[in-house]
């Protein structure tokens, strides 16, 4: 098992960075696939972004191409979460994620999750 921990968000401008960071515990954080998903209010949870075990490959939703940076420490069992030109459509609480074998889009595929840290961009 693995338990998660999300940190670094807050209340920031349009065009502001913020990195997210996931504390993992465990021994076996390499062997779980991470993601990153979010949540804004009456909207159900999306992907955002999602990382391999060995941090090789990465993946993103279209919205977050370009700006935003997933990236993974396993000597420390930390995933982050690098949040660039934040836009107030980024505004939700923001989950972070683990699953055994492949990467995946999928909220349902994910078995651990972290309790979210709140995001809110202002225009």
């Known amino acids: 098992q693995v338990q998660l921990v999300e940190s670094g968000g807050g209340l920031v401008q349009a065009g502001d960075s913020l990195r997210l960071a996931c504390a993992a515990s465990g021994r076996t954080f390499s062997a779980y696939a991470m993601g990153w998903f979010r949540q804004a209010p009456g909207k159900e949870r999306e992907f955002v972004a999602a990382?391999?075990?060995?941090?090789?490959?990465?993946f993103y939703t279209d919205s977050v191409k370009g700006r935003f940076t997933i990236s993974r420490d396993n000597a420390k069992n930390m995933v982050y979460l690098q949040m660039n030109s934040l836009k107030p459509e980024d505004t939700a609480v923001y989950y972070c994620?683990?699953?055994?074998?492949?990467?995946?889009?999928?909220?349902?595929?994910?078995?651990?999750w972290g309790q979210g840290t709140q995001v809110t961009v202002s225009s």
């Open positions: 990382i391999t075990q060995s941090g090789y490959s990465t």
């Open positions: 994620a683990a699953k055994t074998y492949g990467t995946s889009m999928r909220t349902d595929e994910y078995a651990y």
